[in-house]
């Protein structure tokens, strides 16, 4: 397990083939939290907005090629990537770009890690800091970590995690272990939502797009990816839209309180 036992936010993954719905639910998700009155965040994966993003969505709108192996690695990366505190500081002097890891900036580690949970205030604490050892500082950027906002006690609802970074991989032929091996050590999800349809009724749905795995003979190898990925944790729901809101709300509630009464995070497949 990672670190003690406080009140915290809960992990919520949603999973599923193209078009099964996850984007919906997740929306539904955060009103009905928020609702009730928890702190409450959408995530996606890939997220598109980072650098790897960009070359995650080239790829799949086919602008680009990639080795099997190597967009993989880019899938994981985007997920490392927001899952670490970075500090971004330019030295107008040396005009050098220096970016310190969250722990790894000598010094200043432990003023960043007690003040971990004070959001924008803690990039003007740092700011200061740097000043007052002779730095000047032209920006910081502070990127959000996963484990800093669960911590904060904000539930996060992440659309796709690693399940679907093993899952898409290996329907091409990749090897299951090798997938998993670069998402060790990402936190693991406190509930897997699966929302389990048949491949020919997702194709249904709206149609798909023009994006590189929208075929319905390549979703049908990853459902089979998917089941042998899927223990008996995951949650399933299957049925219409409101149906499976309404399935979704009570396990999800479960799981922000058990979070909120200080369940500890662990980490995925290690
Ligand atoms: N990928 C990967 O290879 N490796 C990785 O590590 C990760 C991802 C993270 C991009 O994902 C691709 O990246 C994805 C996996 C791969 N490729 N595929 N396939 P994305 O997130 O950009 O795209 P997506 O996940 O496939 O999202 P989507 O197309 O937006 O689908 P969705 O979010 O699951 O569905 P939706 O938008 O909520 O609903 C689709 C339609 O169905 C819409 O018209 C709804 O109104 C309707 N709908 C939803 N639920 C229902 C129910 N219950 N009944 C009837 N109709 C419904």
Redesign the pocket.
């Known amino acids: 397990s990672v670190g003690n036992t406080d009140s915290r936010g809960a992990l919520i993954v949603l999973e ?1 083939l ?7 639910q997740s929306g539904k998700l955060l009103s009905h939290l928020e609702g009730l009155g928890h702190s409450a965040e959408l995530w ?3 997220d598109r907005t980072t650098s790897v993003g960009q070359m995650i969505s080239a790829y ?1 709108l086919n602008q680009s090629q990639l080795d099997d192996h190597t967009i993989h690695l880019l ?1 994981s990366a985007n997920r490392w990537e927001k899952s670490q505190l970075y500090l971004m500081i330019v030295q107008r002097q040396k005009t050098e770009l220096c970016i310190w890891h969250w722990g790894g900036c000598e010094g200043y580690s432990g003023a960043i890690c007690a003040l971990g949970s004070y959001g924008s205030s803690l990039g003007v604490i740092i700011s200061l800091g740097f000043l007052e050892h002779g730095h000047s500082i032209v920006c910081y950027h502070l990127r959000s970590m996963m484990e800093t906002k669960l911590k904060a006690g904000t539930t996060l609802i992440v ?2 995690y690693s399940y ?2 093993v899952a ?2 290996s329907a091409k032929g990749v090897d299951v272990e090798w997938c998993k091996a670069p998402e060790m050590g990402l936190l693991a999800p406190d509930v897997v939502l699966f929302l389990d349809i048949p491949p020919e009724k997702a194709a249904e ?2 149609g798909y797009g023009g ?1 590189r ?2 075929h319905l003979e390549f ?1 049908k190898k990853v459902a089979q990816c998917y089941q042998i990925l899927r223990d008996s944790s995951w949650k399933m729901a299957a049925e ?2 409101d149906e ?1 809101e309404k399935e979704l709300h009570d396990i999800v509630v479960d799981h922000v309180l058990a979070c909120k009464k200080g369940k500890p995070l662990s980490l995925l497949w290690s």
């Open positions: 599923g193209d078009r099964c719905g996850k984007t919906s996606r994966f890939p799949l899938f659309d796709r679907s970074g898409f991989s749905r709206g994006e795995y929208e979703q219409g839209i499976v």
